[in-house]
């Protein structure tokens, strides 16, 4: 088995001679490195070639690949969410994917309309409530969690979070700008309190009685429920899932993604990678592993976000989500989140 090597975003990744080797394929990837090691290490023993792993969060890996140019060694680009995949094909960071198969089984709305990026995961944003002090008959949609009824109930974290910005512009998408400001600002007038933490922190608040809703993403919770510790499972037991907008556009998604950089070296490798990764086996463990949902048409869900039901997704481009960023942004702002 190749050898993988992850290495710590404050090392410089050194141009040795092994590095620029044609079977070789130079990653960067703000997943950590226990979610995603064991399948580069599954697809470097079936195809060969060898991966080096730099992670690190998203920002700083976009920033790095804009300071290093075509000087950089990354082939390949790896984020936890289509907006920032949005900012680096906007940076031209990255190039079109003209040689995966695999791009052709995946909906048009999952991937970039240049080919410029894919998603690899998909994981919703719904509402979780208290049991025992919200009925899930009294919830319905993200924008009527501006009725009054919910004023000092819900938790949710800052506007400077990229989750919170793609689901402010999937409003704006669905409603337009004038219906989504209003809903930031009745948002912002129903906070339990000022936005602090991540997601978890979020769930955690619920379930300790800070606020009755939570707004997270569903891999935070499925993590939550696959823990073997007895407070993540006391959480899990307390909140209740509801899938919102199920009536009209759908609940709102993203993904985990993947590109191609525009200073590649090994083009053909990172193709193969990309085919691997959306294999229905590749599919199967990554999806299982992050909790998140498959991809691809027909590959299933694992037993715990089985368990949640089925629901209906958002299907809006995730190009859109990068392109109403920016006004996103602006919107919060002007509503005072923080």
Known sequence: MQKLLALSLLMPLALTPSLLQAEELNIYSSRKEALIKPLLDKFSEQSGIKVNLVTGKDDALITRLKREGNRSPADILITADAGRLHRAKAGELLQPMTNSDALKQVPANLKDQDNQWVGLTMRARPIFYVKGKVSPDELSTYEALTDAKWQGRICIRSSSNIYNQSLMASLIDADGADKAQAFATG???NMARPPAGGDTDQLRAAAAGVCDIAIANTYYYGRLANSDDASNQKVVQQ???????????????????????????NQEAAAKLIDFMLTEEAQNWYAQVNNEYPVLPGVSASKVLASWGEFKADDISLNRLGTLNRQ???????AGWK
């Open 239 to 265: 909140l209740g899932l509801f899938w919102p907008n199920q009536a009209d556009r759908g609940t709102h998604v993203n993904v985990s993604g993947i590109g191609i950089t525009r200073s590649a070296k």
């Open 328 to 334: 996103a942004v602006e919107i919060m702002d002007r």
């Open 187 to 189: 948002l912002v007038t």
